[in-house]
């Protein structure tokens, strides 16, 4: 850039807002400024803020309009690559978002600036407090001890939740003054570590100094002294500060000038640069194994060549050994100079394949997900960026990360709905958002599964993607043997005990007197699923949702699953007022308490999202199977996903009916999964499994379908209904949800957009319908669903359906409803 010359910036703001805005270029920055890296931008005409954009392209043409000077610039090397650049886009492209949506999710929080308001004493204010109400005092009085307080945190301190109000009168009576601060939220971590002073390096001027300070009777110095050469291996290596003894030995040694200090950058996240590694080429591979590993590996598809795949599906029955299949080809990559990534559809399945992954390429392997930290984040990020990591392992966030030679991606377990993205935009789903990536790279993607997605498997049977099998599992042992128990003859017969077969419960009694262990699978949380009146059956529901409110045991309360509303169990039915409650259902809560009283002398533990809300406590879980400190685990689907346990000889699905009368057209697939997935944690390395399933429907052919382990009959039925009612992989979904507070209104806006979609796209649109639940979080909710044949092209399709959206917030009163399109709904 020349510095005498006038540039503009287009760049990309992490907001709901279409495209790019322009900004110019201070004379001061020209040279400075790179696409890709973020600056400071400020952003709205009225109450402006300001925000780090992402710069997407430097030019020279001025808009029509006075635009405003970017603010500063916070990176002297891009931090988003161009490829990912393109890859956003697509997204935005594709999910019908605005590429700020995307980049929002994309970019770590760490990297992600925002002004809050803070709020000072006004310059001119005289200080007179008798004029001041009691809580402006109080807000007074906190400025006076911190001179500039974020408005969160002055809210917090006073206990008042509306704020604004009272800060506002403050400043229209110039007490305060309003301002923006800009935050950075990542910061590299520093530690303090303690080094000998050059004077003592040699063993005389030690053995000098300890016999001054034992003269001197300087004991506790002595001691600090002593722990800190050994832990430095006499004076050669610093020693973090942490790791010595605190007070005022450590201060005297660094005030006369023995040991020093200084802050060094250091990294949060583990280190792993010691591990002795393994090579993958010890793994031995098994006839089926070897025939995949060599069909996974051969040559991919250059541009427009239909006959070489690059994509494959590798479908394996479970405990076949994929993993050791995914191992093979990440080396080959590797080895060739390329990054390889591995997607989990669950952070707990990260615990087990991280391990595995760096027992063979150490602190080669980066892991990205939620539950890090935004600083933990963001350090991977730039670990990734600058080649650190060459093999990046996570969930489906990964998809984003600043890859700089991606030639190999992995999707485990890729039939998984937690691939899908709800909430907030973009409603991507990272299987099909990887195959894209894959394309703009040109790598090669492996979607493993035993239980296949249709769509997925019916690709692979019509040529699209390759195919490999493994039908036998690693080490010739049998899969497990699947029962069913038909509850309502064992009722009849008197064979239960609360909500368990006496079958189920022989089975568990067998697996614990032998030392083995049990999953027990109920995809419900909490402890009853509802409370109702015996007398006049009103069930107390969620006032923001239509839902009833789940009793959680562990807090003695009702609670919303959808929004999070919950109050105290009642005493009595507050429509009735009859004392005659009942709890009704069962989740995870109760079955865990119920098996602590049948087998008191038992550790059972459990595992769903209410058990593993603190940050690595599905760690401890799982640490705590795997070294058989817990015999039964219960569980939602979290247990339901590639765990492999050693000792699990018994799996028990408590009720296999909620899973398959669930109304969606995917409920039967789900539903095989499911058990299926779950069935394959039982027998893994030879005890002999065993899979008892609990249902009033055995007949039912999804059920037939497990016990025989027939997916091949699953999914020739499915792709017959399919094709039948016009649901995927012949035909596209985009579903359209309309939300608003006032239903009248929603009806409305509902009706005449179906109306206008309808005009332009006659009989492919169902709708509008209210969903299964109709109101969340005092939103009312209409659904509206577009049908587009496979064949078809719809990219000009979503541009009409995006602007008769636009069109709708037009309208006189309709500004507030709330349009959200899902691409691909799951």
């Not at 427009?304 to 479970?318: C, E, I, Q, R, Y």
């Not at 025989?708 to 596209?732: A, H, K, S, T, W």
Request: glycine share 6%.
């Amino acid at each position: 850039m020349d510095e005498t010359q006038v540039y503009y910036v287009d760049v990309l703001l992490p907001l709901h807002l279409p495209g790019t805005y322009t900004y110019r270029v201070p004379q001061e920055y020209n040279g400075q400024v790179v696409a890709g890296a973020r600056v400071v931008v400020q952003f709205g005409a009225k109450n402006a803020r300001m925000y780090s954009a992402v710069v997407r392209r430097i030019h020279q043409q001025a808009p029509q309009w006075k635009s405003k000077y970017i603010m500063a610039v916070l990176d002297t090397e891009p931090i988003v690559t161009e490829r990912q650049m393109e890859f956003w886009e697509w997204m935005a492209r594709y999910y019908m978002c605005s590429p700020g949506d995307v980049m929002a999710v994309a970019l770590p929080a760490g990297l992600k600036l925002a002004s809050e308001s803070a709020v000072a004493i006004h310059p001119d204010f005289a200080g007179d407090l008798s004029v001041l109400t009691k809580y402006e005092r109080m807000v007074v009085d906190l400025l006076s001890a911190h001179p500039v307080m974020r408005l969160v945190d002055i809210s917090r301190a006073i206990g008042v939740q509306k704020i604004m109000p009272l800060i506002r009168s403050m400043i229209e009576r110039e007490i305060v003054v309003m301002d923006e601060e800009l935050r950075q939220r990542f910061t590299p971590r520093k530690s303090a570590y303690v080094l000998l002073a050059p004077a003592y390096a040699g063993e005389a001027s030690q053995r000098a100094l300890f016999d001054e300070l034992e003269r001197k009777k300087r004991v506790k110095q002595v001691e600090v002294l002593m722990q800190f050469m050994q832990l430095s291996r006499f004076g050669s290596e610093a020693v973090a500060k942490r790791e010595l003894p605190q007070g005022s030995a450590l201060q005297t040694l660094v005030k006369n000038g023995i040991l020093e200090i200084e802050e060094r950058v250091e990294s949060r996240l583990k280190d792993y640069s010691d591990a002795e590694l393994a090579a993958p080429s010890a793994i031995q591979l098994n006839d089926e194994q070897q025939a995949a590993f060599e069909r996974l590996s051969s040559p991919a598809a250059s541009p427009g060549d239909d006959a070489a795949p690059s994509t494959f599906l590798l479908h394996g029955v479970t405990s076949s050994g994929k993993t050791e299949v995914y191992i093979k080809l990440i080396d080959e990559v590797l080895r060739q100079g390329h990054q390889a990534l591995f997607l989990l559809p669950e952070i707990a399945l990260t615990a087990q394949i991280i391990n595995r992954l760096r027992k063979y390429f150490g602190d080669k392997v980066g892991v990205y997900h939620s539950r890090f930290s935004a600083s933990e984040r963001t350090e991977v990020w730039h670990r990734t960026l600058c080649g650190a990591y060459r093999v990046l392992l996570g969930a489906r966030s990964s998809v984003f990360l600043p890859f700089n030679d991606l030639k190999l991606i992995i999707v485990d377990e890729e039939h998984d709905n937690s691939y899908k993205q709800f909430e907030p935009s973009p409603r991507y789903h990272a299987r099909d958002a990887a195959l894209y990536l894959a394309r703009l790279w040109g790598a090669r993607t492996v979607l493993g599964s035993a239980t296949p997605s249709v769509e997925t498997y019916w690709n692979a049977q019509n040529g699209k993607y390759g195919l490999a099998s493994i039908s036998k599992r690693y080490g010739g042992f049998a899969l497990p043997k699947v029962e069913c128990i038909d509850m309502k003859e064992a009722h009849r017969q008197g064979k239960t005990k609360g909500h368990f077969s006496v079958a189920l419960l022989q089975a568990i009694e067998e697996a614990l007197a032998g030392k083995r262990q049990v999953i027990l699978f109920q995809n419900r949380r909490g402890f009853s699923l509802r409370l109702e009146c015996d007398d006049c059956h009103e069930v107390p529901h969620c006032v923001h949702c239509d839902v009833s409110l789940v009793y959680h045991k562990a807090t003695n309360s009702l609670r919303c699953h959808y929004c999070g509303f919950s109050i105290p169990v009642p005493q009595e039915c507050p429509q009735c007022h009859s004392t005659h409650l009942k709890m009704a259902g069962v989740g995870t809560e109760r079955i865990e308490e119920d098996l602590q009283i049948l087998f008191p002398d038992t550790h059972v533990a459990r595992m769903d999202l209410d058990s593993t809300l603190q940050k690595n406590q599905y760690l401890e879980i799982l640490s705590d199977f795997e070294h058989c400190r817990i015999d039964i685990l219960v569980g939602t689907q979290m247990v339901t996903k590639g765990l492999d346990f050693e000792r699990v000889s018994v799996v028990g699905i408590i009720n296999a009916d909620n899973i398959i009368n669930y109304p969606s057209f995917r409920s039967y697939e789900r539903a095989f999964q499911q058990m299926t997935q779950v069935s394959g944690r039982a027998g893994r390395h030879g005890s002999g499994g065993r899979v008892i399933i609990q249902t009033y429907n055995p007949h039912h052919q999804v059920i037939a379908n497990v016990m025989d382990n027939d997916y091949q009959g699953l999914y020739d039925e499915q792709i017959q209904e399919r094709r039948v009612f016009r649901y995927p992989p012949f035909f596209r979904l985009i579903e359209i949800t309309l939300k608003h507070r006032d239903a009248d209104l929603l009806n409305t806006a509902a009706d005449w957009m179906a109306m206008q979609l309808r005009g332009a796209f006659a009989g492919r649109v169902l709708g509008p319908e209210y969903p299964l639940v109709s109101r969340i979080r005092g939103l009312y909710l209409k659904q509206i669903t577009l049908r587009f044949e496979r064949t078809e092209a719809i990219a000009d399709a979503k541009r009409v359906i995006r602007q008769i959206g636009d069109d709708l917030a037009k309208q006189e009163g309709w500004s507030g409803v709330t349009v959200i399109y899902d691409v691909d709904p799951a």
